[in-house]
């Protein structure tokens, strides 16, 4: 796979780009629907920084759906969400609406339509196109290469190609989206994986190793820190002598989280002169949270566990600085930025080794992994790290080389790679 390491510290030959970045969403904090206000927020983190020497244009593509399509999903008991028209700049990146049709199965194509003609109207000039996802909007990226000659970037981040080999979340693609997948990767000008062994599964699928970069997600070194655990105890709530063990994200099941109460019953029964263990699971309520109480019920446990809810993301390193250990069952991973963020708050880990967790947690004074599906061995390595005494500085230390700053550098040289040898001028690439 390829480096990415950029030595210069300047802008890309020297004058800033005009980025087209697509992606499901970013984060909308007026929607109404708390997954939304929070979607993509590693993408918004990474373009953000960007936007601080580029310019960065968010198209926000929202559906025209007709009522019969609206009343065949509400009948299937399936739950439609789609970003909320957007004309603002937000975080430094200009967030414009672009509305397409959305039909089953063909959205995909209306989509690359629908970004045409706005393209076209607007006039505007695009140096490259980054994708952040691979299906379906890498297909739009793939269409604005061959219509506009604009390079394609694309990142992948882990189900997007993790769901040909295996099901994710109950679902694993089909023979058609498996195509398309492999039409944007092998079609890309650039690929990135925000771990190395993602990256070896986009190359299992024929893509080159010559345009394949690896750069991870990053942290917000101004939020996650290492702080007083007690004060921040004493601002939450939460008991002084508790052993707090940690999980903030999705509550889903393919997240472990089953797994992690279960191990936690076993860790519960404390002696007379141990101290209790409390579990804290940051997340949104619904979904798999109902199922998962039910099951804390029944295992007896459901007393020590602290339903949060949804938090705004401020709040988080408030929780990180008061646990003891940051707990990440989960199934399957890509590169979590949790477990970046715990690291800069000098937090120890345990998590299951899928993914990128293993190039995470790189050594054993970072934290403990082991296998999913597993609730005895993450009891036993929740006990062994709560009984340990960790070297926070050590810790926090290991966060340091994924600061935003140092990732924007990364990204600028992926750029200049594509750009080389083709002609910077905008008006080359104008709609």
């Not at 601002?235 to 509550?251: C, H, Q, T, V, W």
């Amino acid at each position: 796979m390829a480096s990415s390491e950029f030595k210069n510290p300047s802008t890309v030959r020297n004058r800033p780009l005009r980025i087209l970045l697509l992606a499901d969403s970013l984060p909308d904090p007026r929607s109404p629907d708390p997954q939304l206000r929070l979607k993509n927020i590693f993408v918004l983190r990474q373009a953000r920084k960007l936007a601080q020497f580029h310019q960065v244009t968010h198209p926000v593509l929202v559906p025209r759906l007709a009522g019969a399509i609206r009343l065949a999903y509400r009948l299937r008991g399936r739950k439609l969400s789609f970003p909320s028209p957007r004309e603002e700049t937000f975080e430094g990146i200009h967030c414009l609406t672009v509305r397409y049709t959305y039909l089953p199965r063909v959205y995909p194509s209306l989509k690359a339509r629908a970004l045409l003609r706005w393209l076209a109207a607007r006039r505007d000039n695009y140096d490259l196109v980054h994708c952040h996802t691979v299906y379906d909007l890498g297909l739009a990226g793939l269409e604005l290469k061959r219509r506009l000659g604009l390079p394609l970037v694309v990142t992948v981040y882990g189900t997007d190609v993790n769901w040909l080999f295996e099901e994710v979340g109950g679902l694993k693609a089909d023979a058609r989206i498996e195509e398309a997948t492999r039409q944007v990767l092998n079609g890309a000008d650039a690929m990135i994986a925000v771990s190395r062994a993602l990256g070896k599964r986009v190359e299992s699928l024929g893509v080159s190793a010559e345009k394949m970069h690896w750069i991870a997600n990053g942290v917000e070194k101004e939020l996650f820190y290492p702080g007083d655990k007690q004060e921040e105890r004493r601002k939450l709530g939460l008991g002084p002598r508790e052993k707090i063990i940690l999980y903030a994200g999705n509550i889903l099941e393919t997240k472990g989280l089953g797994d992690l109460a279960r191990a936690l019953k076993k860790l519960s029964r404390k002696g007379e002169n141990r101290p209790g263990v409390r579990l804290v699971l940051v997340g949104p309520d619904g979904g798999y949270a109902a199922t998962l109480r039910d099951l804390a019920g029944e295992l007896g446990v459901v007393e020590r566990i602290n339903f949060t809810g949804a938090k705004d993301y401020s709040e988080i390193p408030s929780y990180m600085r008061a646990a003891d250990v940051f707990c990440l069952p989960s199934w399957r991973e890509g590169w979590p930025c949790a477990l970046n963020e715990s690291l800069a708050c000098g937090l120890p880990v345990v998590a299951c080794g899928v993914g990128g967790i293993p190039e995470m947690l790189s050594g054993p004074e970072l934290g403990i992994i082991c296998e999913p599906h597993d609730p005895q061995g993450l009891a036993e390595a929740l006990g062994a790290a709560l009984a340990r005494n960790w070297d926070a500085a050590k810790i926090t230390e290991a966060a340091e080389p994924y600061s935003y700053d140092r990732l924007r550098l990364r990204y600028e040289e992926v750029y200049r790679v594509v750009l080389e040898g083709r002609n910077l001028d905008p008006s080359k690439n104008r709609a």
